[in-house]
Every structure is written in C-alpha cells, then in structure tokens.
C-alpha cells in the first residue's frame, strides 16, 4: 500500500465527539489527501495538503479540519463528529511530477 | 471489510471472456485520466493512467481508450480471471488542479 497506514481502521464514536483520523507515509510524497467514500457517491474529496502547514479545502470540507506539521503525518479532525460524518475515509498520497495517488486501507467510522 | 456501494452499476462476465467497463467524465478541461481497482476492505489500487493526448495505452492485459470528442472513457479487460471481481472506478483531473475527481464506480463481477 505504498507506505501508507492509516489509523485508527475502525471506530465508534458518539454524537457532539471530536475525533482525530491520522494518515502516516513513508514514501516522502509531497502531496497528501483525505477522502470519504459514501455508497451512491464514489469518492470525494474532503481537504489535501501540498506540504507542510500548506492545506486546502476540497468538495466536502464543512465540518472538517486538517492539520501538517511533518511531511509524514496528515491528521484529520472532526470538531463535532455528526451521523452525517459516518463514512469510510481513506488517505491518499502522490508525489511531485507524478498524477497517480496511492491509497490507504481506510478507516470505518460510525457516529452513533 | 469496507463496503464500497450498494447501489452501483454493475457486470458481470464469464471468466476467460473480455470486459470493458465505461467512464462518462464531466469536465472537457481534464486533461489527465486514471483506473483504480478497489476489492472488498480494501483501498483503491492503480490500475493504468492516460493523458488527454493519448487515445489509447495498453497495460498488462488492460487497455484504456479515451474519446475526448464525446467525454468517453473505456478500461478493457483481457481475459478475465476471478481476481478482477472489484468494483472499478474512473477518476479525472481537471488541468491545474492536484486532485482527482472520482466517478461513482461500477461493480465488475467474474463469473466461474
């Protein structure tokens, strides 16, 4: 999975919660994502990061934040997990010059 | 595992037969366009890539054909084998962007 693990792979979390997704590479990639993959809607885009504190908002970003402070490490955090916010979130990572991102094994969350 | 869809388009083929999944994509502005492959608990993985100056590039018994007049995308599969069971997704990158726009996916289902 080109050197990327994500963290935790499955949680359960109540309502009003903060929760904190964290998508940890080995490859050095410059360029790191977070998507959520929902049936009926395929894969979108919540925010990607284009370096170090360098962050950008994609198609579903309410309700999400993110955070880069080392190359390696890309955290995603629901302030105020939602039922809307159950989803399975996979992190993506490509480098400079290249198209192709390369995937995690995704994280399931429930926000019961 | 991760469910990927419940309600997707779906084929299925005879093992040993040919398929070919199709992509409509949106944006006459991409200029890069990419196949994953995503089986059950898994994330997606790299199938093959074509540029908007390609209609055609051919992989190890895949093939992608591009028809840029109508917004046309195709991934043929050669000779089928029980590991193609996936669900296929097209993604497409508008030019200037980083990210990859996903298309909803379709359920590819080898038969014995």
């Known amino acids: 999975d080109a050197g990327i693990t994500q963290s935790p792979r499955h949680k359960v979390t109540e309502t009003g919660t903060p929760v904190t997704l964290r998508c940890h590479q080995t490859?050095?990639?410059?360029?790191m994502y977070w998507y959520r993959q929902d049936p009926g809607h395929g894969l979108r885009l919540i925010h990607y990061?284009?370096?170090?504190?360098?962050?950008d908002k994609g198609e579903v970003s309410d309700g999400y934040s993110v955070s880069r402070s080392k190359t390696e490490d890309f955290l995603l955090t629901l302030e105020s997990a939602t039922s809307s916010q159950t989803s399975v979130y996979f992190c993506?990572?490509?480098?400079?010059?290249?198209?192709?991102?390369?995937f995690g094994q995704g994280t399931r969350l429930t926000v019961v | 595992g991760e469910s990927v869809g419940l309600h997707l388009p779906t084929l299925s083929v005879q093992e040993g037969d040919n398929s070919i999944i199709n992509c409509a994509y949106s944006?006459?502005?991409?200029?890069?366009f990419i196949w994953y492959k995503q089986e059950s608990g898994k994330g997606p993985q790299f199938i093959i890539d074509?540029?908007?100056?390609?209609d055609k590039r051919q992989g190890q018994r895949v093939t992608v054909l591009l028809n840029k007049t109508v917004k046309h995308l195709s991934l043929q599969i050669a000779a089928t084998q029980p590991g193609d069971s996936a669900v296929y997704f097209c993604?497409?990158?508008?030019?200037?962007?980083?990210?990859?726009?996903f298309g909803q996916g379709t359920r590819l289902t080898i038969n014995p």
């Open positions: 074509i540029r908007s100056n390609m």
């Open positions: 993506a990572i490509s480098g400079t010059g290249t198209l192709e991102a390369f």
């Open positions: 993604a497409e990158r508008v030019q200037g962007a980083q990210n990859l726009v």
């Open positions: 490859e050095n990639h410059r360029y």
């Open positions: 944006n006459s502005a991409s200029d890069y």
């Open positions: 990061s284009y370096g170090v504190k360098d962050t």
